[in-house]
DNA sequence: ACCTGAACACCGTTCAAGT
DNA sequence: ACCTGAACACCGTTCAAGT
């Protein structure tokens, strides 16, 4: 069921993604969906963890922290953007709330240890780093509706501001001089 | 029209902002709304511009752009949470883009022109700015809909964080070694 | 446990027509 | 220019019932 519903988002948009669709797909009658899941939005909340299955964790023994706390990122970034469609849907929802995202907060807050910022700075420092990112990943996806002539960056010109602000926050944080160092 | 939908919006949230609910309050047939305004989206990307106009912008000449920076982006942060609801929308449309937006780029552009930072990285700090203030106001707003025991923050908390990642991206950014100094 | 027909209470939008 | 009745093509969800 989760699989058709990423189907059906991969294939035909978040806007195809109705329960009576997904239950077409699956030869069944809309209101048996309501079988196994509570609601759409229960739903969709599986479909926000399971996407995040794909980010690419660095060795968590990488030289400098602060880079992996980059190529993380920048690998949740790319893992977004699979689906556009949702990234929206993850701000609205607040990011993702299942294992998948525990277990990349959990690896964030490591890397951010042994880059010298200990809690409650970590804590803070994390829900910075995933405001950003989803952020980012919303404006790069394409808009709902294109409306005038609007001055867009292209995918590339994006993944670029996206590391450029990372780059900025990342010393930010790293650099805090009210922070205790290692 | 926009008044109207802009209190629908503040009294019964966006869920209740409908073309229909929207007619009935003009005591007007719902297909009326199609003679002032093309659409909904239409309707939507008005009033995302329009509540853009309360925000306060420092005084030109202030004395520290960095704190002016600061203060910008904090006024624009407030305003986005009056109408919570209206803040993933701002995600999904990737900002807002009528004449308030313009203004607020125009003054932050300066801003950081006065702290060093020149083309074409203030344009690219101008977009991380505004991907974070829109994240950060998303991330604080309520939940369309709570579930389970999450340990959300509450909205000082929230504003407390907001300002941290703040004060970490304008150090980065005008502390870029890349960038020239004046 | 899993599935169904039928219905409820809605949506945004269009069309032809009226003033 | 502004407004309307009526309809079209949908939604998510619930209910009682069937296997």
Known sequence: M????????????LQAL?????AERLDVAPNTL???????????????DEVLA?????????EDPTVGLHQLMASAYDVLLVHPDLVPVYLARQGARGPHAQRLGDITIAL??????????????????????IGSAAFASRPPLATGTEHRLNPDESAANFA????WLLAGIVQDPTQVRR
């Open 2 to 13: 989760l699989a058709a519903a990423r189907d059906l988002l991969t294939h035909r948009g």
């Open 18 to 22: 109705t329960m009576r669709a997904l």
């Open 34 to 48: 309501y079988s196994h899941v509570a609601n759409k939005t229960a739903l969709i909340d599986d479909l926000l």
């Open 164 to 167: 450029n602000g990372l780059r």
């Open 112 to 133: 951010l240890r042994r880059a010298g910022v200990v809690e409650p700075a970590a804590a803070e420092a994390l829900r910075v780093l995933i405001i950003y990112t």
């Open 54 to 62: 794909e980010v690419q964790a660095p060795t968590p023994d990488i």
